[in-house]
């Protein structure tokens, strides 16, 4: 009776286990779909993070240009992937090592943000991201993408920039997170 009860168990914690788990993409897929927020003359340079067999984010392409790309995680439903330029990386980087450590959303933020105004972490004074989202259909196709542009630009407000804090209508510019390390002009076309 113990044996069978220590089996179902196991049996549980396996299927548990092996539902969380997906496959990670080939490479070449990984590459394909990690540049496709980026303007096609950027595209081909570009230097791309992927996820390899472990689920964790490796290097997967060496680029030429100032572009890097991260490909969509696997772990998580729907797709997701963003082109950012180099200077944005000890600020992405140091956010991926946080998150890793299990702290939230806002334990991130305020993390990075005490060490951007430390001096710890560097933080471009402006810098660009573009994030393309959508599904992946049955032959591993990206369909129904929608793009949004992210500029930063730390410490800005509204008043210095004269955005609004939302956006006054579907596609316009505003600015988000503003007076912080982390303002940025978010662009989301429909």
Not at 20 to 29: G, M, T
């Amino acid at each position: 009776m113990k044996n069978t009860a220590i089996s179902s168990i196991m049996l549980v914690l396996l299927f548990a286990c092996s539902a969380q788990v997906k496959d990670i993409p080939n490479k070449d897929w990984q590459i394909k779909t990690a540049v496709l927020p980026l303007d096609e003359a950027l595209r081909a340079e570009a230097t791309v993070l992927g996820f390899g067999a472990d689920g964790k984010i490796v290097k997967i392409k060496e680029g030429s240009n100032e572009m890097i790309c991260l490909a969509d995680d696997p772990s998580k439903e729907g797709f997701s992937a963003a082109a950012y330029h180099k200077d944005l990386e000890p600020f992405m980087q140091r956010g991926r090592d946080l998150k890793e450590q299990g702290l939230s959303f806002q334990e991130v933020f305020d993390q990075r943000e005490k060490e951007v105004s430390e001096g710890k972490l560097e933080m471009p004074d402006k810098s660009t991201l573009y994030v393309m989202t959508g599904e992946i259909d049955e032959n591993g196709e990206v369909i129904n993408t929608k793009i949004r542009f992210v500029i930063y630009i730390p410490y800005a407000t509204g008043e210095s920039t004269g955005l609004p804090l939302a956006p006054p209508v579907p596609g316009a510019p505003w600015i988000m997170n503003p007076g912080t390390h982390r303002a940025h002009i978010m662009v989301t076309p429909n």
